[in-house]
Nanobody, 127 residues
Framework: QVQVLESGGGSVPSGGSLRLSCAASGFTIDTYCMSWLRQVPGKKREAFAA???????SYGDSVKGRFTISRDNSANTMYLQMNSLKPEDTAMYYC?????????????????????WGRGTQVTVSS
């Protein structure tokens, strides 16, 4: 069964840190563009960090310098280290695996016919 499962969310004060994980099963991530997205109720889901199959990373402006995306293909897992968290980072965080035909840009993996999505993990940052 194909699955991507996020974990590591929680509640932290402003300035705190969290590390999210995205564990894949039923397929291997090594040829996939992996991405983190987040969504606040009433707003569109926003992609903000991506890592290509060759390890190249890209970020959206809102998280540059604070968040770090990484992958461990041997563990079939992607990570997101979030530092200097702000209240505006509060959202549901999702991971995605896409068989993108081109490199990621600005934290966004290009659309792909083969893609898998997780169900999300909540991150809440208090002021």
């Amino acid at each position: 069964q194909v699955q991507v499962l996020e974990s590591g969310g929680g509640s932290v004060p402003s300035g705190g840190s969290l590390r999210l994980s995205c564990a894949a099963s039923g397929f291997t991530i090594d040829t996939y563009c992996m991405s983190w997205l987040r969504q606040v109720p009433g707003k569109k889901r926003e992609a903000f960090a991506a890592i290509d199959s060759d390890g190249t990373t890209s970020y959206g402006d809102s998280v540059k310098g604070r968040f770090t995306i990484s992958r461990d293909n041997s563990a079939n897992t992607m990570y997101l280290q979030m530092n200097s968290l702000k209240p505006e980072d509060t959202a549901m965080y999702y991971c995605a695996a896409l068989r993108s035909p081109a490199p990621a840009k600005g934290g966004l993996c290009p659309p792909a016919s083969t893609a898998f999505w997780g169900r999300g993990t909540q991150v809440t940052v208090s002021s």
